[in-house]
């Protein structure tokens, strides 16, 4: 048999190794070194304050309003944006004909950049020229005609310059972009459900809405718990979309935790206090993630 | 009538679930469509009182304005970067990560697992959080406003090892024993044997890494400021701050950057479903 190989590992690993070593694992120490500092861009020397930047990020009311509005955020798109995911799946799990059309239908926003679906979407919530404000007066108007009481003549919400709306909005535009990658996670997690078992449950006479809640979820779970977490961690990352539809605002109602350490990094150089604020995120998520492998996981 | 066999269903659920799906279709591509029928709208069809959703005729008219006439707004260059940017960590990324996920696959040395949980346990760090550390590091190396910039620190992610690596375990060990009787070093198996025999994967990470390089925003917002340097979607975003109104224009740069990434998607839809089957399940 072959000995230790370590020379020829060495030759194999060393390329990945030292990129690895240099643009991933010195960055996460590095950006923990920076937050314990008072580090402007252009001052000669970062001055050590230990913990200093943690506790003004916690004490800061901009802080606050960003992780809320986040949670916000992410309480509207994981549970929304699964269960869309899901539902969709369960759809082409259907083997309908034209199954690879809408496979390919559903998953065609993600192949797309932040920008792209940013600019687009821009537009289509624009008040006076956008898409959704024309079919919705359009609707209004219909029921209008019905029940003028109940119906108003005209509709036309200002979707990103109002702190009410602005969030949902981006919301809704963030499932409509991701909502087909989870989707083929799901979709792949149905098809590996042992066809033995939905039949025997359907020869016992389940219906397909009873046979789906006793069957396909339960073993859909290792499933569920990945694509949730997956897309908690990925959401409270949320930055390109409020950076390009908002700039944070109106009245920092989509103000984000990733934007506004942005803001303070890039906008005002203050790298020490913006790193800080990144690992407040980083502790939070690993919080996030525990709580939803005791409540979601397999139970052995 | 509860006795009917699963053949002769009614059939009105079905035809009712699949009214639902291509209305949901629908839904979803209707942003999509819009963007690009605009893009290919004379300027009078864009605004108009009722939204047209094909334009009559078809007309480049923007697409030219585009390439010849922005001069402040390198739209060809950008385009050129973007392409020459995501093709290049496509090629080097896929060298790099498959050598690593051989060594961790196949070569035997000392703590080779726990270095492997090492790499992959990164995974779970969130990549915006360090984008401050990495941009001090990156203009050390003097690679601010550069190709190295844009290419290099994108090439050392965990999930490409993790990908292959399964892959790679999934390949029998007697075809590389084989091989290996017959004197071969463990570079010409890589090179001749595995490599070969993981072409579906390395189809597959090869298509999301692409994807993932050209439609990137973050790093090459904070990396670039030289506009000759940006690349199409951070272009976009300065463009369309510049000509809000633009429609027609706007629509056409991001029809411009969607194209190819769409394009390679319907190529390798199947690797791309494949693929992330893959992923998904091996959690």
């Known amino acids: ?300 | 009538m509860k006795c009917k066999g699963r053949k002769t269903r009614p059939p009105f659920r079905h035809v009712a679930a699949q009214g639902v799906m291509f209305l949901a279709a629908m839904i979803l591509l209707a942003p999509i469509i819009w963007m690009f029928s605009t893009s290919l709208k004379p300027d009078e069809q864009i605004l108009t009182a009722t939204p047209r959703w094909l334009p009559n005729p078809v007309s480049f008219v923007h697409f030219n304005r585009l390439f010849t006439q922005a001069e402040d707004f390198p739209v060809a260059r950008w385009l050129f970067n973007s392409a020459f940017i995501s093709s290049t960590v496509t090629v080097l990324a896929l060298s790099i990560t498959s050598m690593a996920a051989y060594a961790f696959s196949r070569l035997r040395f000392k703590g080779r697992d726990v270095l492997f949980i090492a790499v992959i346990s990164t995974m779970m760090i969130p990549s915006q959080i360090t984008l401050i550390p990495s941009f001090l590091i990156v203009q050390k190396l003097g690679w601010f406003n550069s190709y190295q910039g844009l290419i290099v620190p994108g090439l050392a992610g965990a999930f490409g090892v993790f990908l292959l690596r399964q892959f790679f375990l999934g390949i029998p060990v007697e075809l590389e024993e084989a091989a290996y009787i017959d004197g071969a070093s463990p570079a010409v198996i890589y090179w001749k044997v595995i490599l070969p025999l993981a072409k579906p994967a390395l189809a597959a990470l090869a298509i999301f890494t692409f994807i993932g390089a050209w439609n990137d925003f973050v790093w090459p917002l904070i990396i670039t400021n030289d506009i000759s340097m940006r690349t199409l979607p951070v272009g976009i975003m300065i463009f369309q701050g510049r000509y809000v109104t633009e429609y027609g224009a706007t629509m056409a740069t991001a029809a411009i950057c969607s194209i190819p990434t769409i394009i390679a998607f319907l190529i390798f839809q199947r690797r791309i479903t494949e693929g992330i089957a893959m992923t998904g399940l091996k959690q």
């Open chain 1, 1 to 300: 048999m072959r000995k230790n190989q370590w020379r020829v590992a060495v030759m194999f690993l060393a390329p990945y190794g030292i990129l690895f070593g240099i643009f991933i694992l010195l960055p996460v120490l590095y950006g923990f070194f920076i937050s314990l500092h008072k580090w402007h861009i252009l001052a000669p020397r970062p001055e050590f304050i230990g913990l200093r930047n943690y506790k003004l990020a916690l004490a800061d009311d901009l802080f606050r309003i960003a992780f809320v509005r986040t949670l916000f955020f992410v309480a509207m798109v994981v549970p929304v944006g699964n269960a869309l995911s899901l539902l969709l799946a369960v759809g082409l799990n259907q083997n309908y004909r034209g199954t690879t059309f809408y496979k390919v239908a559903f998953y065609m926003p993600v192949v797309m950049s932040v920008a792209v679906i940013a600019i687009l979407w821009t537009w289509i919530y624009s008040a006076e020229f956008g898409l959704l404000n024309y079919y919705l007066s359009q609707a209004a108007a219909f029921g209008h005609n019905l029940a003028p009481s109940v119906f108003p003549a005209t509709l036309k919400p200002q979707w990103l310059n109002s702190p009410a709306t602005a969030m949902p909005a981006i919301a809704l535009m963030s499932i409509w972009w991701g909502a087909g990658g989870n989707m083929l996670i799901y979709f792949a997690g149905l098809k590996n459900i042992p066809r033995e078992l939905l039949e025997a449950a359907e020869m016992d006479g389940a219906t397909p809405w009873r046979r789906f809640w006793t069957v396909s979820w339960p073993l859909l779970r290792p499933t569920t718990l990945f694509c949730l977490v997956m897309s908690v961690i990925a959401s409270f990352q949320v930055f390109g979309q409020t950076y390009i539809l908002t700039g944070g605002g109106p009245y920092y109602s989509t103000l984000t935790i990733i934007l506004y350490m942005y803001q303070q990094g890039f906008g005002l150089y203050q790298l020490g206090y913006a790193s800080a604020v990144g690992y407040l995120l980083f502790a939070a998520l690993l919080v996030f993630t525990l709580i939803q492998f005791k409540l979601l996981a397999v139970k052995q």
